[in-house]
Nanobody, 123 residues
Framework: QLKLVESGGGLVQPGGSLRLSCAAS????????VGWFRQAPGKEREPISC????????NYADSVKGRFTMARDNAKNTMSLQMNTLNPEDTAVYYC????????????????WGQGTQVTVSS
């Protein structure tokens, strides 16, 4: 059973940066495509970025393109999300997830989810 645990959330001022990490255990992460999602109060969970199992393909939502960078390290069984130039609209609970299915920007295909970490962007 694959287990995912996020860390690195917190409070940051507009324009600031945060780096989220997700540690996997139980199963080698290189079997799975991985993604980051976020959910703000009253809104649906939305995809932020995803990377294929091989790492050959990375995609970002338009809302974060150029500001966020996702990476995976299969040797360490981890993934990360570097978030720069944060704004209040980025405030949400952020989740890492893994799936063996294609269509990595579709939250419904993900089998494994972390517990989430809160990111709050406020002055």
């Amino acid at each position: 059973q694959l287990k995912l645990v996020e860390s690195g959330g917190g409070l940051v001022q507009p324009g600031g940066s945060l780096r989220l990490s997700c540690a996997a255990s139980g199963v080698a992460l290189d079997h799975y495509g991985v993604g980051w999602f976020r959910q703000a109060p009253g809104k649906e969970r939305e995809p932020i970025s995803c990377i294929s199992s091989s790492g050959a393909s990375t995609n970002y939502a338009d809302s974060v393109k150029g500001r966020f960078t996702m990476a995976r390290d299969n040797a360490k069984n981890t993934m990360s999300l570097q978030m720069n130039t944060l704004n209040p609209e980025d405030t949400a609970v952020y989740y890492c997830a893994a799936t063996s299915a294609p269509d990595l920007f579709n939250a419904r295909v993900y089998h494994y989810w972390g517990q989430g970490t809160q990111v709050t962007v406020s002055s």
